[in-house]
């Protein structure tokens, strides 16, 4: 069977297996499951240590990139002595709750300075 695409099918859940994805349906039947990101923490701590000395950059897109639960906290550390960047981008990052906390936490002490 071929296909693929929105439908569901063939190539679409032959790649989401080879990935280590279960393929299938998303939750609320929104279509195909993207296969799972791999967990690319220590890019998240490299991105968070150049961060940390940012004096210009105020956007940054990390956009799918994996950053993962260690990589957020990371982020959320640089985030609270970066008083520059503005507008961050952290969708499809597998960011569970605990990271996304730390970040929301981090954001909200930058903006009160404390």
Do not use: F, H, M
């Amino acid at each position: 069977e071929g296909g693929g695409g929105e439908g569901g099918g063939g190539d679409w859940e032959a790649a989401t297996a080879a990935c280590g994805g279960r393929g299938g349906e998303r939750a609320g039947g929104r279509g195909p499951a993207r296969p799972r990101q791999r967990d690319r923490s220590e890019g998240g701590k490299a991105i968070a240590e150049a961060l940390r000395g940012n004096g210009v950059l105020t956007n940054l897109s990390l956009y799918g990139n994996g950053i993962g639960e260690e990589g957020a906290k990371a982020l959320a550390s640089a985030l609270r002595v970066n008083g520059v960047l503005t507008n961050l981008d952290l969708y499809d990052n597998n960011i569970r709750d605990e990271g996304a906390a730390a970040i929301a936490d981090a954001r909200r002490c930058a903006a009160t300075r404390c």
